[in-house]
């Protein structure tokens, strides 16, 4: 049984842009039904970032990152990216991927700070 393995997380100037990557230590993600990415932030209850399906769909729960955040993928390297322009100090969280019936894996750590 494998895990979801984040990575891509830094510290970032406000404005700035970030890509992390998602992938699985055991499962070809082509076959999972969606992958989503979610994030905590300092003191907030985890929330749903933004999902890609198999068939290369994606949606976006969140307003405030709509138009700023991109859901992909990439088969060939069993990976799912998000590419986060324009960051903000409030997009300051820890961000996790995975299917949602899943356990968690260890996140990646984004900081928006001047």
């Known amino acids: 049984q494998g895990q979801w393995v984040e990575s891509g997380g830094g510290l970032v100037q406000p404005g700035g842009s970030l890509r992390l990557s998602c992938t699985h230590s055991s499962e070809d993600i082509a076959r999972i039904p969606a992958v989503a990415w979610y994030r905590q932030g300092p003191g907030q209850q985890r929330e749903l970032v933004g999902a890609i399906t198999d068939t290369g769909v994606t949606r976006y729960t969140l307003d405030d990152v709509k138009g700023r955040f991109t859901v992909s993928r990439d088969t060939a390297k069993n990976t799912v990216y998000l590419q986060m322009n324009g960051l903000r100090r409030e997009d300051t969280a820890v961000y996790y991927c995975?299917?949602?019936?899943?356990?968690w894996g260890q996140g990646t750590q984004v900081t928006v700070s001047s």
């Open positions: 995975k299917y949602p019936a899943d356990t």
